[in-house]
């Protein structure tokens, strides 16, 4: 199975944009979701697809992907989006096999 | 709106079969637009995709796990269900039931979550 790999935390000022990055090969074939986390809470799809957003998300969260990195954007970062975040695809073995990256910590300072 | 409640034991012995299901409402399980999945997080950490099953009963487990694990599901009852056998302290996680939609690894509905303890 291939693995995704974020960066453990990341922190941003109010008000300011943050992007939290995803890697694995897997991306290079397939769109990565994101998912925020508050504690004590089960996880929100934010982003799907190759820009996509549920309805009830914020217009300040943006995905994209290039190569073998999707990136989460946050523009205009608010108190309330600080979270554990996650990245998903399908493995690259294509066989419906799911994998998740080991999350980032957002801090709005 | 479309709700999943996971129920079962919050506590299992070390060796024994975890077993938990999960109630869908809201919708139909039976939808061919969609899987049904088991993700947990052990306290603290991140993150792990157990396996998901199809309404025809097509499974796909995660390779990590796939040894110990069944998931099933009822359409009569509008239920799936997850059996992780011998169960260690490292099984000790948030069991979270979810809705994945098929075709896609996109898991667009998500259980509250359940914690399972495995101890003596």
């Known amino acids: 199975s291939s693995e995704l790999t974020q960066d453990p935390a990341v922190s941003v000022a109010l008000g300011q944009t943050v992007r939290i990055t995803c890697q694995g090969d897997?991306?290079?074939?397939?769109?990565a979701s994101w998912y925020q986390q508050k504690p004590g809470q089960a996880p929100v799809l934010v982003i799907y697809g190759k820009n996509n957003r549920p309805s009830g998300i914020p217009d300040r969260f943006s995905g994209s992907s290039s190569g073998n990195t999707a990136s989460l954007t946050i523009t205009g970062a608010q108190a309330e989006d600080e979270a554990d975040y996650y990245c998903?695809?399908?493995?690259?073995?294509?066989?419906?096999?799911?994998?998740f990256g080991g999350g980032t910590k957002l801090t709005v300072l | 709106q479309l709700q999943l409640q996971e129920s079962g034991p919050g506590l299992v012995k070390p060796s024994e079969t975890l077993s938990l299901t999960c109630t869908v409402s809201?919708?139909?399980?039976?939808?061919?637009?969609?899987?049904w999945g088991w993700i947990r997080q052990p306290p603290g950490k991140g993150l792990e995709w157990i396996g998901s099953?199809?309404?025809?009963?097509?499974?796909y487990y995660n390779p990590s796990l796939k040894s110990r694990v069944t998931i099933s599901v009822d359409t009569s009852k509008n239920q799936f269900s997850l059996k992780l056998s011998s169960v260690t302290a490292a099984d000790t996680a948030v069991y979270y039931c979810a809705r994945q939609i098929a075709v896609a690894e996109v898991v667009d509905y998500w259980g509250q979550g359940t914690l399972v303890t495995v101890s003596s």
């Open positions: 897997s991306l290079r074939s397939y769109y």
């Open positions: 809201g919708g139909s399980i039976s939808s061919s637009s969609y899987y």
């Open positions: 099953i199809y309404y025809s009963g097509s499974t």
């Open positions: 998903n695809s399908r493995d690259s073995s294509g066989n419906h096999q799911v994998v």
